[in-house]
C-alpha cells in the first residue's frame, strides 16, 4: 500500500529565503505526483504536476523535482514571501485497472514564512 | 468562473440524519473525486466517478453513496450520519482517470453533533 511522508512537518522561516521540503514515497510505480497547497479553511490548490516520465517541473519560483526509482520529490520555493505561508501536500497517483487511482496524500508541511 | 463548486460551504446537523453534499464542475472533465479530509488534516480518496461510473471505492461505509447525475455532477449523499463522519469533505475533477492534474473544490465542513 503506497504512504507518503512528507518532512518537515512545519517550517518557520524568514522572508527572502530559499526553501525546499520533501516528499517520499514507499512505491515507485507512480503515475504522477502532484504538489498542492492549502491555506486555512480553504481548499486545495494545484501548484505542479510531474509525470512519471518527467524529473521536474518549474512554476514562477516554485521547482519541484522527482526521482521515482528512489521515491523522492522536492518543492524548492525561491525567494520565498509572506503570502507562500500555508500547507504544501504531496500527492501520487497510482495506476489501477480501472484507470488512475484516487490521489494517495502525505500529512503536508505547514510553512510560516516570517515578515 | 469558479471551476469545482461544492455546496453548502457547511453543514451541521444532527446524529441519524441523512444529508446530502452537491459538486458541480465547469471545467468539462469526465472524471471526479470525493475526498475526506479529517481532524488531524489528513486527506484521503473515498470515491472516483468517470463519465457517471464509479471506478474507485475506498473501503467506505455504504452509509456513503455518490450519485452522478451527469459528468458535470457528483454528489454525495450520507444516510445515518455518526460524530465520526464530521470532516471536510472536497469534490475534484480531471480530465480522466489517467492521472490527469486533479483540481478540488473549497471543500464542504460537516460537523455531526
Known amino acids: 500500500k503506497q504512504e507518503v511522508t512528507q518532512i518537515p512537518a512545519a517550517l518557520s522561516v524568514p522572508e527572502g529565503e530559499n526553501l525546499v521540503l520533501n516528499c517520499s514515497f514507499t512505491?515507485?510505480?507512480?503515475?504522477?505526483l502532484q504538489w498542492f497547497r492549502q491555506d486555512p479553511g480553504k481548499g486545495l490548490t494545484s501548484l505542479l504536476l510531474?509525470?512519471?516520465?518527467?524529473r521536474e517541473q518549474t512554476s514562477g519560483r516554485l521547482n519541484a523535482s522527482l526521482d521515482k526509482s528512489s521515491g523522492r520529490s522536492t518543492l524548492y520555493i525561491a525567494a520565498s514571501q509572506p503570502g507562500d505561508s500555508a500547507t504544501y501536500l504531496c500527492?501520487?497517483?497510482?495506476?489501477?485497472?480501472?484507470?488512475?487511482?484516487?490521489?494517495?496524500f502525505g500529512k503536508g508541511t505547514h510553512l510560516i514564512i516570517q515578515p | 468562473d469558479t471551476a469545482v463548486s461544492q455546496t453548502p460551504k457547511y453543514l451541521v446537523t444532527q446524529m441519524g440524519n441523512d444529508k446530502s453534499i452537491k459538486c458541480e464542475q465547469n471545467?468539462?472533465?469526465?472524471?471526479m473525486y470525493w475526498y475526506k479530509q479529517d481532524s488531524k488534516k489528513f486527506l484521503k480518496i473515498m470515491f472516483s466517478y468517470n463519465n457517471k461510473e464509479l471506478i474507485i471505492n475506498e473501503t467506505v461505509p455504504n452509509r456513503f453513496s455518490p450519485k452522478s447525475p451527469d459528468k458535470a455532477h457528483l454528489n454525495l449523499h450520507i444516510n445515518s450520519l455518526e460524530l465520526g463522519d464530521s470532516a471536510v469533505y472536497f469534490c475534484?475533477?480531471?480530465?480522466?482517470?489517467?492521472?490527469?492534474?486533479?483540481?478540488f473544490g473549497p471543500g464542504t465542513r460537516l460537523t455531526v453533533l
Open positions: 471545467l468539462g472533465h469526465d472524471t
Open positions: 500527492a501520487v497517483c497510482m495506476y489501477s485497472g480501472g484507470g488512475a487511482d484516487g490521489l494517495t
Open positions: 510531474i509525470q512519471s516520465s518527467q
Open positions: 475534484a475533477s480531471s480530465q480522466g482517470p489517467g492521472g490527469d492534474e486533479q483540481f
Open positions: 512505491d515507485s510505480a507512480i503515475y504522477n
